[in-house]
């Protein structure tokens, strides 16, 4: 194994030997330096893994040095000492990208505990996040085996979330891959629960239920609203709760969270059912008998989300609520750009809600360009992409904006996704829907055993073009895919995301109340 080779610069370097000594003694292979201009020097030509830098030195001070040593080797992680406690050396130190700073004087525990935070850091978080995982991993099975009401599989998706992100840290592969076999298996059981009760949820009476699309608003959103006061509800289409967990991280300096709850979206999964279902608050079927010119059918061509405005609208009359409010939706950074620009008169409504198309956008690119689907070629890539996206988006703008004017945000989405790995054989004809993950016709031919099938669509709330029309869905990782080259089309979206069908990742999603940091 490789030794960890450090330099330490002071000028007073002979006063701290027994420190130097003791660190050898540890396993570490120390270089000692006086001054900052050999400093840069010895860095230009030497692979060191730590720098301990003096601040207060002859010549070139530690702060100088430092800027020295980041345009030569940024990599290298540097840590500042000193002498002197005042709030600008510190604010400069830290504004320069130093690892950490010590006060004088140092302990030779303390600077073994720097050294081994900063060098083994990765090595003793593979450690530990390994133990941790070992120690939950009961847990979870037996919660995966237990769960019987929405609460446990709310509970069960957060603790696979939480362990998805933390075994990222980690530099074993096989924890990793023993977490997507709890993942697979929870659901599994994860659709058996769904198929035995969702259409249960959909009786008026049921009581004992968890939060549908077309309930959002009415039990999490409306509540929330304060007289004279603006509330920003966000939407991020296609936005699963362990991409909006990788965002709040990103948040955590503007806003913090109020509540973090968990609904399940309705079938099918997909925009046009459970988007249109959220601003309308009601079922498709209703929307389609009661407002057929803002319903447009799966086989017709024009946009299938284009009429959410008049949907709300629609829901605010009928419960008799009498908001100021707007709606905006934004596809293109110039779009949330002109939104951020509107942000004083928006604060005189009682809700502005704001639709963000980005995410799901990104999920269609990732099947469609080779490049994206290189760049997101599995979950972690995926939620690093959505981070990315989101710290350099109108729209952290726009929330580091609202901060500063004490805006309540709430947070949310219409349907997750999924990487689908398996395909399922299906037969139907010209007017059966092209998604993936579900299809609605008159004429399906396919193994009931491998979907959720819905022989009358009105049960489940969902509106039919023909008499005879059906939904099928497809279950966990499977992806539906016509008999005709089949073997082409299941290799072009092998792996592929995404959604309509049945997977916690698809229909549990965020609600979350966020409240700015004072």
Known sequence: MRKIRILWTDDEIEVLKPHVLFLREKGYEIDTCTNGIDTVDLVKHNPYDLIFLDESMPGLSGLETLRLIKEVRNEIPVVMITKNEEEGIMEAAIGSEMADYLIKPVKPNQILLVIKRITEQRRLVTEKTTTNYRQEFGSIGNLISSARHHTDWTELYRKISFWESELEKSTDPGMSEILRMQENDANNAFVKYMICNYLSWLDPDVQDKPVLSPSLFSK???????????LFFILIDNLRFDQWRTIAMELAGIYRVIEEDIYFSILPTATQYSRNAIFSGLMPSAIAAILPELWVEDDEEEG?????????????????????WSYHKIITNQEGRKI??????????????????????LSHARTEIGLIRDLANDEKAYRSLTRSWFVHSPL????????????????????GTIRVQ????????????????????????????????????????LPKTNITSKYIFALNKDYLVYQNNFNYYAGYYKDTFQHGGISMQEILLPIVCLEPVS
């Open 340 to 361: 951020n620009e509107k942000i004083r008169q928006m604060l005189d409504n009682d809700i502005n809600i704001l639709v963000y198309n980005f995410v799901d956008m």
């Open 304 to 324: 299938k989300n284009n009429n959410e405005e008049e949907l709300f609208k629609y829901q605010l009359a009928r419960k008799g609520l009498k908001y100021k």
């Open 220 to 230: 999490k959103v409306f509540p929330l609203t304060q007289q004279g006061k603006p």
């Open 422 to 461: 398996n395909p399922v054989k299906v037969i139907g004809d010209r007017r059966t829907s092209s998604n993936l993950r579900y299809k609605m016709g008159r004429n399906l031919d396919y193994n009931p055993r491998q979907v959720f099938e819905l022989k009358y669509p009105e049960k489940a709330g």
């Open 396 to 415: 952290y703008e726009l929330l580091t904006a609202l901060s500063a004017h004490q805006v309540r945000v709430v947070f949310s989405t219409d349907h």
